[in-house]
């Protein structure tokens, strides 16, 4: 006997500048366009799909946000390849609906902590002089910002970002970039307590010197307390504020 699923609804039509999209992504997936060749213009667009001039420039934009054309006023669209930072912003409106949650902040709070412990492991295992050198460069600056918090904050990032370049692989830095827009209110929340940029800078102290001295194991405890008490502090500091506006 069938079974009736109450669940399902009826398919619906896509709209046309969806497959608009389909086509091209299609042909740019297939090689048939390669990256900076340019389409056709829009006109020819047009007469191509037998659709209207705004179905074509919605489907423009829609290929513009993922990252697969280039757009520029006055000339033709242009293939480009997408980068990991076009990838992942195209979810920071939903990011940051989430994070407006508790839950939803601890939650990328505690995949920040296992991400960036896996870097800087691979940091410890695999640095090269060069890269020392550089993270090196990178903990004086931050080391130098100390009392100015504006400064600390850039300062702060780049030495973290330092480590992700140490990977060399660019969908982990642009995957680092990402987490760091995505968490900026814990940043700056929680540099607002007293000392907590010569704290930060301690921890960071601790961690580059675990990896020039190839130590994965003392790199990642550095890294875990040093990002459990950034946490800790956001948590104190947001508590407080919820106090004051009562």
């Known amino acids: 006997m069938d079974k009736t699923l109450p669940l399902l609804s009826p398919v619906k039509k896509r ?94 709070q ?5 991400f960036e412990v896996a870097l800087v492991r691979h940091a410890a295992q695999h640095a090269t002089p060069e890269q020392i050198e550089a993270l090196r460069a990178a903990l004086q600056r931050n080391h130098e910002a100390v009392g100015n918090l504006s400064k600390f904050e850039k300062t702060d990032v780049a030495f ?38 010569q704290q930060a800078y301690d921890f960071h102290r601790a961690i580059f010197g675990a990896i020039a001295a190839h130590d994965p194991d003392r790199a990642e405890a550095a890294m875990r307390e040093h990002l459990d008490t950034v946490v800790a502090v956001f948590w104190k500091m947001k508590k407080q504020e919820r106090k004051s506006s009562v």
């Open 15 to 108: 709209k046309v500048h969806q497959d608009i999209v389909a086509q091209l992504e299609a042909l740019i997936a297939s090689g048939a366009l390669l990256e900076g060749d340019t389409l056709p213009a829009e006109r020819v667009l047009m007469e191509q799909f037998s659709v209207g001039r705004p179905a074509v420039r919605e489907a423009m934009l829609a290929l513009e946000r993922s990252g697969l054309l280039r757009l520029s006023n006055g000339e033709r669209a242009r293939v480009s390849r997408p980068t990991t930072a076009s990838l992942l912003d195209g979810l920071s409106a939903s990011v940051r609906v989430v994070m407006a949650q508790d839950d939803g902040m601890r939650n990328f």
């Open 110 to 114: 505690a995949a920040r902590t296992m």
């Open 160 to 197: 973290h970002y330092e480590i992700a370049l140490i990977v060399a692989n660019p969908l982990f830095s642009g995957m680092h970039e990402a987490l760091v827009g995505w968490l900026t209110e814990q940043r700056s929340v929680s540099l607002r307590d007293t000392a907590a940029d």
